[in-house]
């Protein structure tokens, strides 16, 4: 029996719906209109049939009023969406089909203004001057308009037609404040319409008002001749009298639990300890209590019982010996941490999802002033406990080039998550009962010294003048579920690609390089120290014997040249064939592999697992501060992080060793 067409969806008619429906939707034995049919159905009618038109579309907006989150709905794309600027830093493109037009969706960074100060400001600007926008899509956070609005004269500026979204409007409700805007929209000039991107709602009507935006004549180009946009008392004076009389705030401005909230968390001294605190239960959550176990009991014997069919199907041989001991013990060696990272991920979401980032950045504002830096550099600091290179390209959202080239220069000095496998597996092998206490302090360090070498650099490295700055404070917002686990794949995604490109072509080389040349029959020789790997790490290590390092360690640090995670993977190589088979058994992962030999105490470990904090970046760090500050800091960042890490860790070890 056919299903009767039942959804109620806005903005289509019944025979579009039934046109939309796939047949195993019309034709399934529960006849219900369940979730899974209606998003089949939404997604078929948004790629309806194209009738050869197409128009340029402009995203432009302030950060933080939900236009990417908007561009996601709308586009289907997975742009991280976030409560700070700087997220969207660089433009991004969706495609998709309305009303039988092909609509080329351009989603540009978060900015306050046009004014030229920083690289998204300038961005902004230089993409509405030199490409074809037929349209421009300013979204504006309808719970601050004044503000808002600022960036929507300076872009109407561009004589391009423009049509305006009052995001977040159920949250303008729900405080119980109103806007008339049809009316705001004859004395701007042009067209304004309510919607909440988070869930869909509006935007069917909003994209039917682009389409008819199309090479029309602004109605706002007179009143944009009379209005000097670089005149910021002007512009408010303008805005105010735009607003008077249709624009009505519940007085108690920000919403009850809001304010509530910030009485606390953002108080002067309750602020610094509730922070302490939810990085602490961070790191317990990360390493401890969750990501530890599943480590333990889930995905490291799972390898362990890969490796051991897969020899087991084999014959005898250096095929087996690749297999076994370079792809499965490198490649697993690293995605026994996935865990760890995915629930780091997940921690700076909700963070980022609920509001509290931005306070954070508010409560260390005082201590980051200390150190040459405001409040904004927090954000990439926060953002480098994932990964340096989103950090480093989220230092655009610094108005100021003195903060901003600094931040980016200690950018890398706070642990990303990629390091975080080297800790843990000493962290296990020399301080089993207190693993996270012992990252935490590495974590410390890090911060620490990235703060003193700001201020360093700020004196005597980079001279240029401080500006003022804008911070918002968004709304608390509960984390949305989904938007959490879809950033945390997200990103996961990308470690995943990773470990299926780089580690495992990195996990294969260092397999030969490791084995080759072979040992002879009779020669008396280990086949590590013999190979070409052991060649190079002797050679290196009187480098770092210093700081209590053996030469399969020294190599470790040499592969991580390219990527922290082939540390962890070059290790296991090494050890995985130097103890007997009783010690084997024993040894059942690389952290009691690296106790069992004896060749390595906890110092040398803690020494260890600081040059890996501190030590040259990855690659692709590198190439990030090149293309954002230039190929000369670049330079400089490699070179200086790298002898500030072989410092530090030789004297930690030379001095721990008087005690």
């Known amino acids: 029996k056919k299903n009767e067409v039942a959804l109620d969806i806005e903005g289509a008619t019944p025979e579009e719906i039934d046109a939309a429906t796939p047949n195993f939707c019309k034709f399934c034995p529960e006849e219900k209109d369940c979730e899974k049919k209606k998003k089949t159905v939404l997604s078929n009618l948004r790629f309806r049939k194209w009738n050869g038109q197409e128009i340029n579309v402009a995203l432009v907006g302030n950060p933080n009023c939900g236009k990417t989150t908007l561009f996601n709905h709308i586009s289907g794309g997975h742009e991280k969406e976030g409560n700070y600027c700087g997220v969207t830093v660089d433009s991004k493109v969706g495609t998709f089909i309305h009303n039988g037009c092909k609509v080329h969706l351009v989603d540009l960074p978060g900015t306050y203004s046009l004014a030229s100060y920083s690289p998204e400001e300038k961005y902004v600007e230089d993409y509405l ?363 996961g995604k990308q470690y995943l690609k990773k470990m299926g490109t780089v580690i495992l072509a990195a996990s294969i080389i260092i397999w030969f390089l490791s084995n080759f040349p072979r040992v002879e029959e009779g020669e008396d020789i280990d086949q590590n120290e013999k190979s070409c790997l052991g060649v190079i790490g002797k050679f290196v290590e009187p480098v770092f014997k210093p700081m209590g390092a053996n030469w399969q360690m020294d190599v470790g640090l040499l592969t991580g040249f390219s990527a922290k995670e082939v540390v962890v993977s070059t290790l296991n190589i090494l050890y995985g064939g130097e103890e007997d088979a009783e010690e084997e058994d024993a040894a059942a992962n690389l952290s009691e592999k690296l106790k069992a030999s004896g060749e390595v105490n906890s110092r040398g470990a803690y020494a260890y697992m600081l040059f890996s904090l501190l030590y040259f970046p990855c690659i692709a760090t590198v190439a990030a501060v090149g293309h954002e500050a230039g190929w000369k800091w670049a330079g400089f960042s490699a070179v200086y992080t790298t002898v500030l890490a072989w410092i530090v860790s030789t004297l930690f070890y030379q001095i721990s060793g008087l005690f």
């Open 129 to 491: 001057k030199n490409n074809k926008v037929d349209v421009i899509l300013n979204v504006l956070d309808a719970n601050n308009l004044e503000r808002n609005l600022y960036l929507t004269l300076q872009c109407q500026k561009a004589g391009v037609p423009m049509v305006g979204a009052l995001n977040m409007y159920d949250e303008l409700e729900k405080r119980g404040d109103s806007i008339d805007h049809e009316e705001l929209g004859k004395r701007l000039g042009m067209k304004f319409m309510p919607t909440t991107s988070k869930y869909g709602k509006g935007l069917k009507q909003l994209f039917d008002e682009i389409l008819a935006a199309k090479g029309t004549t602004p109605k706002f180009t007179k009143q944009t001749e009379l209005i000097d946009t670089n005149n910021t008392g002007e512009c408010f004076a303008f805005i105010n009298q735009a607003l008077e009389g249709i624009y009505t705030k519940n007085k108690d401005g920000k919403s009850k639990i809001t304010s509530r909230i910030d009485a606390i968390v953002t108080n002067r001294w309750l602020g610094f300890i509730i922070f302490a605190l939810l990085l602490f239960l961070m790191f317990k959550i990360t390493f401890d209590w969750v990501g530890n176990p599943i480590m333990d009991y889930v995905i490291d014997p799972f390898f362990g019982w890969l490796g051991e069919v897969v020899g087991n199907l084999l014959p005898d041989g250096w095929v087996k010996d690749l297999i076994c001991d370079g792809i499965i013990a490198g490649v697993g060696g690293v995605v026994i941490f996935l865990p760890n990272i995915l629930l780091l991920y997940i921690c700076v979401s909700i963070m980022e999802e609920s509001g509290y980032m931005a306070r954070a950045a508010l409560i260390l504002d005082r201590i980051m002033r200390v150190f040459g830096l405001h409040g904004k550099s927090f954000v990439p600091m926060i953002v480098g406990f994932g990964c340096n290179v989103p950090a480093i390209m989220s230092t655009r959202g610094i108005e100021n080039r003195k903060n901003r080239l600094v931040t980016i220069l200690v950018a890398s000095l706070f642990s990303c998550s990629a390091r975080a496998p080297i800790y843990n597996v000493f962290a296990l092998a020399f301080f089993e009962n207190h693993v996270s206490l012992i990252i935490a302090s590495v974590y410390a360090v890090g911060i620490i010294v990235a703060l003193i070498l700001a201020k360093i650099f700020s004196l005597f490295l980079v001279k240029e003048q401080e500006m003022n700055y804008l911070m918002e404070l968004p709304e608390y917002r509960l984390p949305s579920v989904r938007n959490v686990l879809k950033h945390t794949w997200e990103r």
